[in-house]
């Protein structure tokens, strides 16, 4: 799968995608592009985009993309570290034209309840 990363995914995460052809925005000349235009770039030619940008899928009309994209919840790398089993999990559920995000935990109550 060719995957390219927004500009500002962390590039170790690549290394979760070892089977994947991996690339970033930057590598691929297109750095600094408005979102409309960057996708018309990518589409078609990568198969899965991922970003952090939470605003994409409301600014841009995502239908008829053949290109999936993966919204991280954040681009800070010990949060994405602890996520690398849901990341890889949502690169291999991701479909052509598919809109997949990838959940930060929700902190809960301790499991246990404590002795009063």
């Not at 995460?13 to 994947?20: A, E, G, I, Q, T």
């Not at 991922?50 to 993966?70: E, P």
Request: proline content about 7%.
């Amino acid at each position: 799968m060719r995957i390219v990363f927004d500009e500002n995914v962390p590039w170790p995460l690549r290394n979760f995608l070892p089977d994947h052809d991996v690339t970033s925005v930057q590598r691929e000349g297109f750095g600094g592009m408005e979102n409309g235009g960057l996708l018309g770039h990518l589409d078609g030619g990568f198969d899965l985009f991922i970003l952090c940008d939470k605003n994409l899928r409301y600014q841009q009309n995502l239908s008829g993309r053949v290109i999936a994209t993966i919204e991280l919840p954040t681009n800070r790398w010990p949060v994405l570290i602890n996520l690398q089993v849901e990341i890889v999990r949502a690169v291999a559920s991701s479909l052509s034209g598919s809109y997949l995000t990838v959940e930060e935990p929700v902190k809960g109550e301790p499991d246990v309840e404590p002795n009063t």
